[in-house]
């Protein structure tokens, strides 16, 4: 059992996946929960598991849900010392065959909801002067990709708000850290509409949300600015840095090609 320095945490996107897995660490750790997602009946089922859980069902696509679940952030008589930022979801496929409505609320989701409850949690950290932000971006903000287009621009907002929060806050006591995951067996597949793509990658490639869950909790503890799970994707982050931006680029857009 992992010793976290958490005294509470609140977690979005809590019913399935990396969220779900997050959840279920915090709560073998002893760690009091806010579990924040749509399906109240999957948060439900996780609570019943642990003492100290607690459910707030919100919609993070919409400006109120937002507003329900940054006032809970920021509460003064019942703190959150961790804040993960994991709701989100992607669109795949070309540009201007997507619908744009959905690529929309895609943007919503990932880039504007997480900016406003970052900007609730480090509000109130500050003031307290300790306290954990992780937010979930992915191994793909940091190079375009052809096919997901949206879905990466989104996540490379998420890795420099980050990286960027997270000087502003050194020596502050408040931890900010940007968890940057690769290919993950999560119902992001199936709702991306990538579910296909499975086949086209072998085993080593893909990596459990046990392992990205326990490997962002320990690198938000350690404030490490960016946390990449695994030592494949730990290596292809140094590449990116080192390959021109024309030629991940034109990778990227022949792997997608049909």
Partial sequence: ??????????????????????????????????????????LEEIAARYDGFEVLQADLGTPEGVAQTAERIGSGTDPIDLVVNNAGFGTSGRFHEQDVERLGREIDLNVRALTVLSHAALAAMHLRGRGYLLNVSSVASFQSSAGLAVYAATKAYVTSLTEALHEEARGSGVHVTALCPGLTKTEFQEQSNTSGIEGQFPGFAWTSAEDVASTG?????????LSVPGALYKGLTLTSDVTPRAITRRISGLLTRN
């Fill in 217 to 225: 909790l320990a690198d938000v503890a350690a404030n490490r600015t």
């Fill in 1 to 42: 059992m992992a010793d976290y320095p958490f005294t509470s945490a609140l977690v979005t996107g809590a019913s399935s996946g990396i969220g779900a897995e997050m959840a279920r660490q915090l709560g073998e750790a002893g760690v009091p929960t806010v579990l924040v997602a749509r399906r109240a009946d999957r």
